[in-house]
């Protein structure tokens, strides 16, 4: 139960504190939706408006910022009080660079108005959503004093960053059908980093309240743990010499069985031309659909987006001290049977197959364990 003070003045210092960084907060959210809106709306007008905002936003920093000194210097708070003032003078910095990066946003929008469109803009609306929620989220949790809802702010950063990877990967391939499009897609990936880095001050700010609650510090371990305490990966390689049956089945598992927003690839060192028509067919049993998937190389796979590597076999043990260069968060070595090796009839292999299919589920459940 929350404390009230017994001095009327200093117990409506901390509420216009509280209140400012609340306002602060609303205008950020603002300033992300109408950004956003600039973009869809090819609304150049609007980007400058929203751009003269942020004058506000910043006006709003500096008076929090006194009003944090001026309590510290009067009141000397101690215990709670003094976590919260502390706690308010960071969320304030993150709140101010949110601020920056819609006006960075609406800076990217007038450039890209003066040229025709590239494509019509699908996934960047729902990222800025995902985003703008979680901003919103951190200061309900702030507001509620609820460490259970930062933490969910704190998981659903995983989803920004998928939606940013998605984004980067299609406008990659803009830009190599035709270097014409490198002037506008290099401005879309700008914007899209710029939610991504929207999605960080909001993890930042969800970290502030459970340290305000709790008075543990979880910065650089929240990505990294669920609500529980469990482990939860940022990105996983399966990794097998080529990439045809048990790494490939074991992505179309990660793909349905992991949290949304976690990163999932595969690859191999002598990948071969299709996947394993027999792994398609025994995923396909279990409502798993890896048809669409293909064999690659380990160049292919985005590397520093990896936390997590997985070598399905003895010869995958190869691949990952080709990899030492890399120092994994995690790594594991799943020893199984490559089931394309056996010599026998279509039941003997599809029976292998099923098997093989069946332990990789068991080891991608544990993932998270």
């Known amino acids: ?52 905002s942020d004058h506000e936003i910043n006006r709003l920093e500096m008076d929090t910022d006194d009003l944090c000194l001026r309590i510290l210097a009067r009141r000397q708070p101690v215990a ?7 706690i308010v003078l960071k969320m304030v910095t993150d709140l101010e660079r949110i601020g920056d990066l819609g006006v960075n946003i609406c800076e990217r929008v007038i450039e890209l108005n003066a040229e025709p469109p590239l494509k019509p803009y699908v996934d960047l609306p729902r990222m800025a959503e995902v985003a703008q929620g979680m901003v919103r989220e951190a200061l309900d949790a702030f507001v509620a004093r609820d460490p259970e809802r930062a933490q969910q702010v704190i998981d659903r950063d995983r989803m920004v960053d998928a939606y940013y990877a998605q984004i980067f ?21 700008s914007i899209a980093k710029y939610l991504e880095r929207v999605g960080d001050h909001a993890t930042n700010l969800a970290e502030m309240v459970i340290f305000m609650v709790k008075g543990k510090d979880i910065r650089h371990l929240g990505r990294m743990e669920t ?17 045809a049956g048990r790494s490939q089945m074991a992505e179309g598992w990660a793909r349905k069985l992991l949290p949304p927003g976690v990163r999932v690839w595969s690859a191999g060192s002598h990948p071969a031309d299709r996947v394993d028509p027999y792994a398609v067919r025994v995923m396909r049993e279990v409502g798993v659909d890896i048809a669409n998937q293909s064999p690659k190389p ?11 590597v997985v070598s399905l076999g003895k010869d995958g043990s190869g691949i ?12 594991e070595e799943w020893n ?25 589920r068991e080891h991608v459940e544990r993932l998270v364990a």
């Open 169 to 189: 990967r299609e406008l990659l391939t803009y830009m190599m059908e035709d270097p014409r499009n490198i002037f506008r897609a290099t401005r879309v990936q």
């Open 1 to 52: 139960m929350k404390r009230e003070h017994t001095d009327r003045r200093y117990e409506g210092e901390l509420r216009t504190l509280r209140e400012q960084l609340l306002l602060m907060g609303a205008k950020v959210e603002q300033m992300i939706a109408a950004s956003i809106k600039t973009l869809i709306d090819r609304d150049s007008a609007l980007a400058h408006l929203t751009i003269e």
């Open 80 to 86: 709670s009080d003094l976590r919260v003032i502390t």
């Open 320 to 331: 990952l001290a080709s990899l030492s260069r890399k120092e994994w968060r995690h790594r």
């Open 336 to 360: 199984l049977t490559e089931p394309d090796a056996l010599q026998g009839n279509e039941q003997d292999t599809l029976a292998l197959f099923r098997k093989v299919r069946d332990q990789i």
């Open 298 to 308: 380990v160049a292919e796979v985005p590397l520093g987006d990896v936390d997590t």
């Open 227 to 243: 609500a529980s305490g469990s482990r939860v990966p940022h990105g996983v390689l399966f990794v097998c010499e080529q990439n």
